[in-house]
């Protein structure tokens, strides 16, 4: 019951955020962009997107994942994630069909400029960072809709919102294999998904729930944890995981940063 109070506290707060990043913006999005090289992979599509992390976050740490998918699919997931449109089905936009594959890339942190806040032992941050929304197609197509603070989408009689959630390791990584507890809530919502990145040196691992409500409707408020296992590229070994404390909102165990993402269960 309490962690959902914190979620809403932390969407009031960041909503107020959001309109002072957006309104001091003079960027337009979608901005796009044609690559002179086909990307085909993950970890491609994520070293494009890193090389202009700096100009939107600064020094600040942030956290990066990929999803191969199509246009349409990259499309619903972030208008459901709450991230505005990246409207890359749009033809006038990025000139390629709604069935083109390519990669959506999510980067997750502090703009450059906000104050990183300090987690006090026992707390938990009260301001939630921003997402940038990716998507790069395999023939080269490069899509951005900025920075934006995840709002609810509004629905016929209710809402949706897809959200970063806290996950810890069941056990020990096995290999390649890693076995999840995720905290996914009550009864308005259910697990929707894992995004995975890894490079030589770190593995970052991002738990999404979907949260839907309807208007008047009560949702009850116990917090569910749903076993979950994610295949790694290459086995995990001595290589840095993070991502465990979802929007940095820890339900399952507190954490301060830097966090060990290696611990044990909830």
Same mark, same amino acid.
């Given at each position: 019951m309490k962690w959902l109070a914190v979620v809403a506290a932390v969407a009031v707060v960041a909503l107020g955020v959001a309109l002072w990043v957006n309104s001091g913006s003079t960027a337009?999005? $979608? @901005? #796009? +962009?044609? /690559?002179? #090289?086909p990307v085909e992979s993950k970890r491609a599509a994520i070293d494009i997107v890193a090389q202009n992390v700096r100009s939107n976050f600064g020094d600040n740490l942030v956290q990066i994942t990929a999803e191969h998918m199509t246009v349409e699919q990259a499309t619903e997931t972030v208008r459901d994630m709450g991230l505005g449109e990246l409207d890359v089905g749009a033809k006038e936009h990025v000139g390629? $069909? /709604? *069935? @083109?594959?390519g990669y959506l890339v999510l980067v997750t942190g502090f703009p450059a400029g906000a104050t990183v806040p300090e987690i006090p032992p026992g707390l938990v941050r009260s301001v939630q960072p921003a997402i940038q929304a990716n998507w790069i197609s395999e023939t080269g197509t490069y899509v951005s809709n900025g920075l934006v603070y995840p709002s609810p989408t509004p629905l016929p009689g209710g809402s949706l919102i897809i959200h970063g959630t806290d996950w810890a390791l069941? +056990? &020990?990584p096995d290999g390649a294999t890693l076995s999840l507890a995720v905290a996914v809530g009550g009864s308005c919502d259910k697990f929707d998904r894992i995004a995975t990145s890894e490079d030589e040196h770190t593995v970052t691992v991002h @738990?999404?729930?979907k949260s839907q409500s309807e208007t008047g409707a009560a949702c009850t408020l116990e917090l569910s944890v749903q076993s979950e296992t994610v295949q790694l590229d290459a086995p995990l070994g001595d290589r840095t995981l993070q991502g465990c404390n979802g929007y940095q909102i820890p339900l399952l165990? *507190? &954490?301060e940063p830097p966090v060990d993402c290696q611990r044990i269960g909830p």
């Amino acid at each position: 019951m309490k962690w959902l109070a914190v979620v809403a506290a932390v969407a009031v707060v960041a909503l107020g955020v959001a309109l002072w990043v957006n309104s001091g913006s003079t960027a337009q999005f $979608p @901005a #796009t +962009e044609h /690559l002179d #090289t086909p990307v085909e992979s993950k970890r491609a599509a994520i070293d494009i997107v890193a090389q202009n992390v700096r100009s939107n976050f600064g020094d600040n740490l942030v956290q990066i994942t990929a999803e191969h998918m199509t246009v349409e699919q990259a499309t619903e997931t972030v208008r459901d994630m709450g991230l505005g449109e990246l409207d890359v089905g749009a033809k006038e936009h990025v000139g390629v $069909p /709604l *069935s @083109a594959p390519g990669y959506l890339v999510l980067v997750t942190g502090f703009p450059a400029g906000a104050t990183v806040p300090e987690i006090p032992p026992g707390l938990v941050r009260s301001v939630q960072p921003a997402i940038q929304a990716n998507w790069i197609s395999e023939t080269g197509t490069y899509v951005s809709n900025g920075l934006v603070y995840p709002s609810p989408t509004p629905l016929p009689g209710g809402s949706l919102i897809i959200h970063g959630t806290d996950w810890a390791l069941n +056990e &020990a990584p096995d290999g390649a294999t890693l076995s999840l507890a995720v905290a996914v809530g009550g009864s308005c919502d259910k697990f929707d998904r894992i995004a995975t990145s890894e490079d030589e040196h770190t593995v970052t691992v991002h @738990a999404y729930v979907k949260s839907q409500s309807e208007t008047g409707a009560a949702c009850t408020l116990e917090l569910s944890v749903q076993s979950e296992t994610v295949q790694l590229d290459a086995p995990l070994g001595d290589r840095t995981l993070q991502g465990c404390n979802g929007y940095q909102i820890p339900l399952l165990k *507190s &954490a301060e940063p830097p966090v060990d993402c290696q611990r044990i269960g909830p």
